[in-house]
Each structure stands twice: as C-alpha cells, then as structure tokens.
C-alpha cells in the first residue's frame, strides 16, 4: 500500500498513523459470523437484490409455491417501512421475519443478525435447508453491504430496459446468479434479451443467467434446478476462513 | 437516505475504537481515506455526512476528511494489458472486446491514515 505522502509543507510534521482498515470492517466481521452461523446449522443462504418492484417478492412466491415440502425454507424479508412483503410471503406457511429498515436502503450484517436470532426463537436454524433474503430494492447500495449469505441473486425485468447493467454494474459484478424477471411482457416491448445478456455478461463474463415469469411460471424449472444444487452444494462450501 | 450517512457511522465507529486504544489522547486533525470509483459511494455525500457527524464527537471535532480516489481499472488477459471501463458505457476490453474479468483497482474503502498535531495532547 502506497501511504499517503508527508508532502504538506506548512506547520509542524503532523504525527499520525497507518490504519489502512476496511471501512466497512465492522460489517464484514458481523457477516462472517453470521456466515458461520449459517454454515454450523447446514443452511443455505441467497440474498435477492434488485432495484425497486423488479419481482423479487413474486418470484419467492412462485418459488416457495413450488418448493413446497421439497426444501424447509425460511425467509428475511427487508422492507423500508411497512411488512406488505412479508405478509404475501407468509401465505405460502413458511417462518418471515420482516425487517423493516427505516431509512436505510439496504440491510446490513446487524440487521440480518438480528433476523437469525428471531428465526432462532422458535428452534434451531438446523430446521431449515435453505433461507432467502429480499434486500431492500435498491440498485447501489445493497451490494456493498455483505450480510453473510452464500449467494447473490440480482434480478432485473425486461421492463427496465437491456442497459441496467451497463449503468448499475456493481450489482451485477457482486451478483453469483441473474434473474431476468417478467418475461411474459417482452410481447409489449422493445426489447432484446440477448443484448441485455450480454450486457451482464460485459460486467460478470461466466454469471448464469436464467430469464423467468412469476406469472406465468415460464421458465422457473431452470431457476429451480439452480437452487436445488445451490442447496446440495452446502457440504462443498469452503468453511469460513477468517474468524 | 444515502447510505454514505452509513458508511460514516461505521467510519467514526472504527476511528473511536482505534482512537480509544491510544495511550495518548491527541484530537484528529485528518482522516485519509482510499475511495474506489467502482464502489457504491459517492465521496461528496462522504464528505458531507462526515462534516455533519463529527459535531457529535470530541475528538473529531476538528478533523478533516481527504479522500483520495482510486481509479477503475480492470486487465484484459487476452491482451496482457490494463484498461479503464467506461463506467455507464462499457466494460469490455477497448482492443479486444473481451469482457471483464478482472478487476485492478477501483473497489477499496479504505481508513488508510489518521493525524494529528503532536503538541496538541489533551488529556
Ligand atoms: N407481468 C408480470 N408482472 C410481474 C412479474 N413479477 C412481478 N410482477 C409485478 O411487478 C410488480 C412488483 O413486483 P414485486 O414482486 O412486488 O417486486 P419487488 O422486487 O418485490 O418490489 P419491492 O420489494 O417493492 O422492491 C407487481 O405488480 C407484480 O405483480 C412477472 O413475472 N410478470
Ligand atoms: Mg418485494
Ligand atoms: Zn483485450
């Protein structure tokens, strides 16, 4: 690390010190516990993110509808001010916990260590194999908040256009997967998907991506054949390394 | 709310711990950060929140925030060379059109340097 230069001629030589920390440091730490938590329990872990209404609460629907009695599933749901997200989801008869972020626009390791100690209340984190995170929508911020899951899903709707990418790539360079959600609308638009492919791919060459209806259901055995490996593949997952 | 107001609670959390473990309790006078153009934070929101924040401490009271920005820059393999994306635009490998794969510079947030003047022991 080049430190920065003594190269202010006026006053004394301040005096000081190399710190050279993470400034998120704090939340990195508190996600690696969490992260170990999960790992000690055998659960799963995928973070949804997207930007505001892209369908991440539908798609969990259409998902916990069809994992129903395959995979014991639990869900983090983030929201800014009310628990609507929550209650949608909670008709499929899994454990929600709603946390409501107030003027935060992401969760962060605290708050997520907080919904695994609400999880915990009424048993172990062993009963679940797999645990799905909604982050707040919300295009930036969230993918610099680690919360300790295994996974990041993005999503992006054919109705937002093939550039999304292009504009908010961080999202999609921290993401392990893409969803392309809505395509049952492509008939109304004008709208390439393999130009918008290949704009996540310009960002994160090797993602998978798979391009899905929540409401028709178009789609989702690919998306569902991705999760059930994602869950099998718990045994393989390096054991967190710094703690 | 942007979370810059965020990131700087998390800054001046980090910099009461450091600061508490010093056996001499000297008021800052500067916080250099590392900033990178490919994270999420906007360094102006930085630097407003942390003029804001520091009010509510004593040994921040005074200090400055330098931000120092490290560009974007990714390597092309194929083409053994490193280049700067063309944030909002394009990512790809400006002589080769390979996508980006990896990144150089351009995602630290970090505290790299705190100072203060050595005569101004309080304390
Ligand atoms: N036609 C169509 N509409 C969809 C689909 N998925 C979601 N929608 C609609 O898009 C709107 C937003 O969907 P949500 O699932 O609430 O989106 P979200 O990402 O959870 O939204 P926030 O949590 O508010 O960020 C709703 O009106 C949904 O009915 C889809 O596959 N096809
Ligand atoms: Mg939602
Ligand atoms: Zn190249």
Redesign the pocket.
């Known amino acids: 690390m080049c430190g920065p230069g003594s190269d202010h001629s006026h006053g004394p030589t301040p005096a000081g010190a190399d710190l050279n920390v993470d400034l998120l440091e704090e939340n990195n730490d508190t996600a690696q516990r969490n992260r170990l938590r999960l790992d000690l329990a055998g659960v799963r872990c995928i973070n ?1 993110m ?12 259409r998902t916990l509808a069809a994992i129903q009695g395959r995979m014991q599933t639990a869900v983090v749901e983030g ?1 800014m001010t009310t628990e609507l ?1 929550a209650e ?1 989801l909670r008709a499929y008869g899994v454990p929600v916990v709603a946390i409501t972020t107030g003027r935060a626009c992401h969760l962060d390791a605290d708050l997520m260590a907080n919904g695994l100690t609400q999880l915990e209340q009424a048993g172990s984190l062993e009963r679940f194999d797999l645990l799905f995170v ?1 982050n ?2 919300n295009l930036v911020c969230p993918a610099e908040f680690a919360l300790g899951e295994h996974t990041r899903v993005a ?1 992006v ?1 054919v109705t937002e256009g093939e550039d999304k990418p292009l504009k908010y790539p961080l999202m999609f360079r921290c993401a392990d997967c893409v969803v392309v ?5 492509l008939p109304y638009l004008r709208f390439d998907l393999p130009h918008l492919i290949a704009h996540i791919h310009q960002v994160n060459p090797h993602i998978p991506v798979f391009a ?5 259901g178009e789609g989702m055995e690919p998306w569902l054949e991705w999760l059930q490996t994602e869950v099998a593949g718990i045994g393989t997952q390096p054991v967190v390394a710094t703690l | 709310m942007p979370h810059e107001v965020d990131m700087t609670r998390a800054l001046i959390l980090s910099l009461r711990d450091w600061h508490a473990g010093q056996s001499k309790s000297h008021p800052i006078r500067r916080v250099l950060l590392l900033v990178g153009q490919f994270t999420g934070v906007e360094p102006d929101l930085l630097r407003s929140a942390f003029a804001r924040q520091k009010l509510d401490t004593a040994f921040l009271r005074e200090a400055e925030l330098v931000i120092r920005e490290s560009p974007f820059v990714a390597h092309c393999r194929g083409c053994n060379q490193d280049y700067q994306p063309d944030i909002g635009l394009r990512y790809a490998c400006p002589t080769c059109g390979a996508a980006m794969d990896e990144i150089r510079s351009g995602r630290e947030l970090k505290i790299e340097r705190v100072e203060w003047a050595d005569d101004d022991v309080t304390g």
């Open positions: 949804l997207s930007g505001p209404g892209a369908g991440k609460t539908s798609l969990l629907e929201d997200d949608r909604e707040v929508g999503l709707a959600t809505k395509l049952d609308l899905l209806s929540a409401e028709t």
